[in-house]
């Protein structure tokens, strides 16, 4: 199997996302008088905590359906809805920022991208299971 | 070294029972009235945040020997055991709903799965490199 | 491309460490009096409890770049750099144990670790788009 070099490059891109995101939680401890170790205490705080947590809580499930399509599909097709993925965390980010109900829109756009990349994962395994 | 199709369609299936425990968390939100970005306030609801967080903590002690077992020692094997971590997974969740205690027996399992499944990698490993 | 099993021994070892990080975490709650569901409610707990989830938080972060850095650059190269990593984990769970200052000695070790491994992929894969 080849390795898929888009995708390869579009998780790199996810995972200094992801550390940006920590980045603003570090931030947030300081503007908002957060100290470690507690992770509550301050609504403003919380959200950017749980925006950040929320992201790790879907990589198992935008990671692997991400490699098992770009391995078993299309490198191109599954490092392209990686990329929507990242817009969709990005938007959810901000939003998520602002107000509670502000993260949904990216919510939704990053859970889409994650259901296509699932279906496409599983599509392609059975396709070569039954191809042989 | 072959892509393990078994081992593959086990860690969808993994990724899809994930999946469901966040929408169980959702859901609990509204029965138990706990308003985002908070965690805390209901011990019904902690019980159903904490079942999908532990299942999140155990993510890497799980897929990277689950997937190192099947590259290094056997597709069907790992794949099997994947299955009896994902059944440890269901009966730990079902039991950490209703009580704390009953969490017990589905950690265990799962536990056990995990172990099968580090020591399996690990000799996998370990005959590679003395073979040459 | 060959499979790096110096990079999955290292790896191994990483997931080791963390289950060992989380057996710390299950006796704190004995030892400081923190029942299930609860994380909270005593801070010599909430450091050892933060000390865990933090390594877990760190796991896309240092995974994903040690194996694209050694499926696309050096085996030797990112499996050093992982040891690193680990050593670094084990200094900080050490000093976060004792205080939350004593916690940044290990972060920046392993945060380095990470760093290399992130520029190793990056390069390693803009080089085999380049060559082809």
Redesign the interface.
């Known amino acids: ?1 080849a ?1 898929p ?1 888009y995708t ?2 579009v ?2 891109l996810a ?2 996302l ?2 940006f995101f ?1 980045t603003r939680v570090a931030t947030g401890r300081g503007t908002f008088g957060v ?6 205490g301050n ?1 403003d705080f ?2 950017i ?2 925006a ?2 929320n992201t ?2 879907w ?3 935008f ?3 991400l490699w ?1 399509c770009a ?2 599909l299309s490198d191109i097709g599954a490092a392209a809805l990686g990329l929507v993925w990242i817009a969709g965390r990005i938007v959810y980010f901000i939003g ?1 920022k602002q107000a ?1 109900e502000k ?1 949904l829109p990216g919510f939704f756009i990053q859970g889409t991208a994650c259901l296509l990349l ?1 279906i496409g ?2 599509v392609g ?1 059975v396709m ?2 039954a191809g042989g």
């Open positions: 199997m390795m070099h390869a490059i998780t790199l995972v200094a992801y550390f920590a100290k470690h170790p507690a992770t509550t609504l919380e959200r905590f749980r950040h947590v790790l809580e990589m198992p499930t990671l692997i359906p098992l391995l078993y998520y509670v993260r699932f994962a599983a395994v070569r299971l």
